[in-house]
C-alpha cells in the first residue's frame, strides 16, 4: 500500500504492508476498513468484465493484473495497493511506488 507522489506518497518511507480479511482491508495505523469487491460488464456485452473495489466511502479503486509478473494492482488517484508473493518480493516500482524523486507540494 502507498499514496502516489501527488497524494504525499515518498517511496519506501511511505509503503505499507496490507492485508484483507474477514471483508475489510487492514493497513497499520488505521482501523479495519470495509470493502466489497464489484463487477461490471460493459453494455455490449462483449467486453471483458471490469472489477472494482469499495473501500469505505472512498473513490472506487480499479482492479488489474500486472502483465509482466501476474500480481494484482488495485489503485485509485488516491493509493495503490500491489500484491506480493509469500516473501514479500515487490518489485512494482510505478507511480512512485518504492521510489520518489523528492517532494511535490500540491
Known amino acids: 500500500?502507498?499514496?502516489?507522489?501527488?497524494?504525499?506518497?515518498?517511496?519506501?518511507?511511505?509503503?505499507?504492508?496490507?492485508r484483507f480479511a474477514g471483508g475489510c482491508l487492514h493497513?497499520?495505523?488505521?482501523?479495519?476498513?470495509e470493502c466489497s469487491l464489484h463487477h461490471f460488464r460493459m453494455k455490449d456485452g462483449l467486453s471483458e468484465t471490469c472489477q472494482f473495489l469499495?473501500?469505505?466511502d472512498f473513490p472506487l479503486h480499479t482492479v488489474?493484473?500486472?502483465p509482466e509478473?501476474?500480481?494484482?494492482?488495485l489503485r485509485n488517484e488516491n493509493?495503490?495497493?500491489?500484491?506480493?508473493?509469500?516473501?514479500?518480493?515487490?518489485?512494482?516500482?510505478?507511480?512512485?511506488?518504492?521510489?520518489?524523486?523528492g517532494p511535490i507540494f500540491i
Open 1 to 18: 500500500f502507498n499514496f502516489p507522489p501527488v497524494a504525499g506518497g515518498r517511496g519506501k518511507r511511505t509503503l505499507s504492508r496490507c
Open 27 to 33: 493497513i497499520e495505523g488505521f482501523p479495519p476498513l
Open 54 to 56: 469499495r473501500v469505505c
Open 64 to 66: 488489474e493484473r500486472i
Open 69 to 73: 509478473d501476474r500480481n494484482w494492482i
Open 79 to 101: 493509493v495503490t495497493m500491489v500484491s506480493t508473493d509469500e516473501e514479500w518480493t515487490l518489485t512494482y516500482d510505478r507511480r512512485g511506488f518504492q521510489t520518489s524523486n
